[in-house]
């Protein structure tokens, strides 16, 4: 079966300081990857994502930047962080194929707080 | 572009009642549609989700939802919910073109289930 993992689950980072999150999808091969952002009382956005190795399309201009340096590893990043970084990020995955009514799945999640 | 909209924030019910979520979706092609439910500090987690065929969509935990497509809806229902219930569901669309494999997400409905 496949699993998705996440980490940290918590962070707690100073303004300007740098950002590494990890997520690895086990039991998949070149899963589609992908990074959202959950900020209370507005859902979820569509940070990243990912087909492929070092393939990555970002939704929406900001202060991180993604990487996939593995097939089935994906890390998100920010070189100075803002206090508006703070929120819930999530990993997710979906099988390789160009279908849209795949599940997607996700990690447990890890809440990041710049302060 | 598609928008998805959950009519109702916050939903209280007591145990052993029914409930009701409720699902908008505005695109102008077909789209594939999903319940997702996340419990406190977790993941989120696929309910059920419609592609075609019956209507009627049966899921996980006794959840069903029905797909109208003259009123452009997805409601998400159970007869009878349990205090385990507690958590948010958000209800999520996706073109059915296939070219577009991305998730829009409404907002979210919080459902509290009080004893």
């Known amino acids: 079966s496949q699993t998705i993992h996440q980490w940290p689950a918590t962070l707690v980072q100073p303004v300007g300081s740098p950002l590494s999150l990890e997520c690895t999808v086990e039991g998949t091969s070149n899963p589609n990857l992908y990074w959202y952002r959950q900020a209370a009382g507005r859902g979820l956005q569509l940070l990243f994502y990912s087909v492929g190795i070092g393939q990555i399309s970002s939704e929406v201009p900001q202060n991180l930047s993604a990487s996939r340096p593995q097939d089935r590893q994906f890390i998100l990043s920010s070189k100075k962080l803002l206090l508006s970084d703070s929120g819930f990020y999530l990993c997710?995955?979906?099988?390789?194929?160009?279908?849209?009514?795949?599940?997607?799945?996700f990690g447990e999640g890890s809440w990041l707080t710049v302060v | 572009a598609q928008s998805v909209t959950q009519l109702d924030s916050q939903v209280p019910v007591f145990e052993e009642a029914p409930v009701e979520l409720r699902c908008n979706y505005s695109s102008s092609v077909s789209v594939y549609l999903f319940w997702y439910v996340q419990y406190p500090n977790q993941g989120l987690q696929l309910l059920l989700k419609?592609?075609?065929?019956?209507?009627l969509v049966k899921g996980i935990n006794g959840f069903e939802a029905e797909f109208n497509k003259s009123q452009t809806s997805f409601h998400l229902r159970k007869p009878s919910v349990h205090i385990s219930d507690t958590a948010e569901y958000f209800c999520?669309?996706?073109?059915?073109?296939?070219?577009?494999?991305?998730?829009?997400f409404g907002k979210g409905t919080l459902l509290t289930v009080n004893p």
């Open positions: 999520a669309a996706a073109n059915s073109g296939g070219s577009n494999y991305k998730l829009t």
């Open positions: 419609y592609l075609s065929g019956s209507t």
């Open positions: 997710a995955w979906s099988q390789p194929h160009r279908f849209s009514g795949n599940t997607i799945y």
